[in-house]
C-alpha cells in the first residue's frame, strides 16, 4: 500500500496529521496528542476530530499509485459525532469509501484512542476535481463492500 505523506501541507502539518497507509477506497492515519490540541478543559478539541474525520474520509477518494498524477478533492459535506473525550495518547484515524460517482464520492472515517476505542466518526460527501476522477474499473478496492 503506497502512502504519501501530509505531513508538510497545511493544516495537516500543523496538527501532526499524517497519512500512514493507502490503497483504493481505504487509509490510515494518526496523530500525537500534545497540548496544542486540547481545549480548555484538557481535552482533544473537536476541530481537531472534524479534521482527522475529513483528512480520512476525503483521502480514502484519492488514492494514485506511483507514478500516477495526485488526485484532489473538496469537502462538499461533512457529519461528524463525538463519542468520547480523549486527553493524550495517539489518535488512529480509518476512512473508507462508501460509494462514488462520476463527480463525487461518500466516504465515513472513525477516530480512535490509543486503547482502540471510538472517540469519533463522521460521513462526508466530496467532489472531485476536473481530472481527478478514478478510473471506474479501479474504484473500489472490494465492490462487496461498498
Known sequence: MRATSYADIGIFGV???DL???AVGHVKGGLQIGPEHLNRMGYVHGGVLCTMIDFAACASGL???EGQAP???IT???TTQFTRPVRAGWLSVEGRTISAGKSSFTAEAH???SDGERIAHGIGT???R??????PSTQHADKADV
Open 71 to 73: 488526485r484532489f478533492a
Open 76 to 78: 462538499i459535506s461533512l
Open 20 to 22: 500512514q497507509e493507502s
Open 130 to 135: 476536473p481530472g481527478s476522477q478514478p478510473n
Open 126 to 128: 466530496f467532489r472531485w
Open 15 to 17: 496538527l501532526g496529521l
Open 111 to 113: 477516530v480512535f484512542d
Open 63 to 65: 488514492h494514485a499509485e
